[in-house]
């Protein structure tokens, strides 16, 4: 099985700030690696696919980027609504979530 | 639009089973398969297998092999999953999610979850 690891597990950060979010894979993905959205009693939310592609109706302050086995998530301007918890997901191989990580107000 | 709408909260005692459905619209039912991810409280997201919505062929998550099983029925356009021998660990949100049929692709769609509790 593939295990995906993220970093940091809670990032503590203010309205404005760049952030971002790094992924890794136990070994290659090939980019099939995509990022979600979760904010509390909610499903989570597709945000990214293939590394760096935009799911329809995401702002452009969220980009992907990585190859291989390391991958990030980048908030260029975070915003209020932007608080919430982010999780890797690998689909190289069937699918595997990272741990995720926890976008706190500083 | 695409929709999956799952089955209500569930209670359960330790050693039953629990069987949840996701009624999916929207979309050719037959085109894509269903994935079940679950959550427990405060911890993150675990895949826990998928299912053809074709032809109901399916693939479950090693640690779940043995109580898991995953069906549809495409007449009603649902899928189920069942959960049998839970234990306390098996308390959490349970989410179908639209899939691929076949390849390589992400959850675009997912349900609205169901909580399911094993308690005694």
């Known amino acids: 099985d593939i295990q995906m690891t993220q970093s940091p597990s809670t990032l503590s950060a203010s309205v404005g700030d760049r952030v971002t979010i790094t992924c890794r894979a136990s070994q290659n993905v090939n980019n099939w690696l995509a990022w979600y959205q979760q904010k509390p009693g909610k499903a989570p939310k597709l945000m990214i696919y293939k590394t760096s592609t935009l799911e329809s109706g995401v702002p452009s302050r969220f980009s992907g980027s990585g190859s291989g086995t390391e991958f990030t998530l980048t908030i260029s301007s975070l915003q209020p609504d932007d608080f919430a918890t982010y999780y890797c997901q690998q689909y190289n191989s069937y699918w595997t979530f990272g741990q995720g990580t926890r976008v706190e107000v500083k | 639009q695409v929709q999956l709408v799952q089955s209500g909260t569930e209670v359960k005692r330790p050693g039953a089973s629990v069987k949840v459905s996701c009624r999916a619209s929207?979309?050719?039912?037959?085109?894509?398969?269903i994935s079940w991810v679950r959550q427990a409280p405060g911890q993150g997201l675990e895949w826990m297998g998928w299912i053809s919505g074709y032809n109901g062929q399916t693939n479950y998550a090693q640690r779940l092999q043995g109580r898991v099983t995953m069906t549809i029925d495409t007449s009603t356009r649902t899928a189920y999953m069942e959960l049998r021998r839970l234990t306390s660990d098996d308390t959490a949100v349970y989410y179908c999610?639209?899939?691929?049929?076949?390849?390589?692709?992400?959850?675009?769609?997912w349900g609205q979850g169901t909580m399911v509790t094993v308690s005694s």
């Open positions: 929207g979309y050719t039912f037959n085109d894509y398969g």
């Open positions: 999610a639209r899939g691929p049929l076949s390849g390589l692709d992400v959850f675009h769609f």
